[in-house]
């Protein structure tokens, strides 16, 4: 079984200042890795995933992600955030090479500040 | 193209009654997968389907809840006898393949729950 430990409930982060979402992981078998966004009151859009090759994972709106299989991390970072990345992020585990559901973590809230 | 669509977005249902909250998946995706968020709690996978397959099970509660992804028409959750802590956003996302072959998924908004 799979199992995703996101460390932090909330962050705090200035606007324009740089922030990472920390993501671990858990599993036997070898997985593809994911990060989610969701806006209030609406549903989960894709960030980015990592299936293979290159570590580094770049997503949308400036995001980018580091596979890191020695500490089972995952984790989200962003060089300047805006206003508009304020959030919930969940990083998300399906094992690779079997249809299966995806496992997500309890979710980071962004919070920037002005 | 439309993306995944959940009705209705917001659902108020007295305890004891039946709550029906469909999804219909984006056009080509055969996968549909329900899941519960409350506060705090992240997402909870309840159940898997493939057109008239359960797939995976393993999170819906025995009793109350089933679920359906039939040939025609949206996948359904039904809840029978609700009660208040049914309380919840639940949603659907749809796949093209399974995510094995690292398919991530599409979502719907969600469809609030309150019971009252």
């Known amino acids: 079984a799979q199992s995703v430990t996101q ?16 993501c671990n992981y858990s599993s036997s078998v070898s997985v593809y890795l994911f ?13 980015l995933k990592y299936l293979s090759g290159s570590t580094l994972v770049k997503g949308i ?5 580091e596979f890191n299989k020695s ?18 992020y969940f990083c998300a585990v399906t094992p690779m090479n079997r249809d299966d559901k995806i ?12 | 193209n439309a993306g995944v669509m959940q009705n209705p977005r917001h659902l108020v249902r007295r305890r004891g009654q039946e709550a029906r909250l469909r999804c219909s998946p984006m056009k080509g995706h055969s996968h549909v997968y329900w899941y519960r968020q409350l506060p705090e709690e992240g997402l909870k996978f309840m159940v898997y389907l493939q057109k008239e397959n359960i797939i995976d099970e393993s999170g819906m509660p025995k009793e109350r ?47 609030r729950l309150t019971v009252v």
Request: proline residues 7%.
């Open chain 2, 65 to 111: 809840f089933s679920a359906e992804f039939p040939k025609e028409g949206p996948s359904i959750l039904r809840i029978q006898q609700v009660v208040r802590g049914d309380s919840a956003a639940y949603f659907c996302a749809s796949s093209p393949r399974g995510t094995g072959r690292g398919y991530g998924y599409t979502f719907g908004s969600g469809t």
């Open chain 1, 61 to 65: 709106n400036g995001f980018e992600a």
């Open chain 1, 35 to 47: 990060w989610y966004v969701q806006y209030p009151n609406q549903g989960l859009q894709l960030l």
């Open chain 1, 103 to 114: 496992i997500f973590g309890k979710g980071t809230r962004l919070h920037i500040l002005p």
């Open chain 1, 7 to 22: 460390l932090d409930s909330q962050v705090p982060v200035f606007e324009e200042a740089p922030v990472e979402l920390r």
């Open chain 1, 71 to 88: 500490q089972t991390s995952f984790h989200l970072r962003k060089p300047s955030v805006h206003i508009s990345d304020t959030a919930e």
